[in-house]
């Protein structure tokens, strides 16, 4: 096995968000302009497009308040990403898999533990 060193997220302010403004206020905010027509400058998260994890929790996980206002996760959080390696770093353990060149992507294969019931509880 080897390591490596990227950044699997970074928190971006977003232009849009107000000083002291919680993630609730800029979400009620930002669909009333979206409601009211308002046209929104380039960069501006829109609140009926689709965000990574969901519509529901996911897509609060991804804003957080800060002091300048609100911050949205670009990328992945960590556990997004081992979900999405766990089988290929696992098949390639066991395999004492052996390459000059990097893996750069997962190899997509499921593991068949994600259909039986309880594995993911």
Not at 2 to 12: D, I, P, T
Not at 36 to 45: A, D, M, N, P, R
Not at 58 to 81: D, P
Not at 104 to 114: F, H, K, L, S, Y
């Amino acid at each position: 096995m080897c390591g490596s060193a990227f950044a699997l997220k970074q928190w971006r302010h977003l232009p849009d968000s107000l000083e002291g403004e919680d993630v609730a206020q800029y979400l009620i905010r930002k669909q009333e302009e979206s409601n009211s027509g308002q046209k929104l400058l380039e960069g501006e998260w829109r609140p009926e497009e689709p965000r990574q994890g969901g519509a529901n929790g996911g897509e609060l996980k991804k804003l957080i308040k800060t002091s300048n206002g609100i911050s949205s996760l670009v990328g992945l959080q960590e556990g997004e990403w081992f979900r999405s390696w766990e089988g290929t770093i696992r098949r390639a353990v066991m395999a004492r898999l052996s390459r000059q060149d990097a893996m750069t992507a997962p190899d997509d294969r499921t593991n068949p533990g994600v259909w039986l019931e309880g594995y993911s509880d």
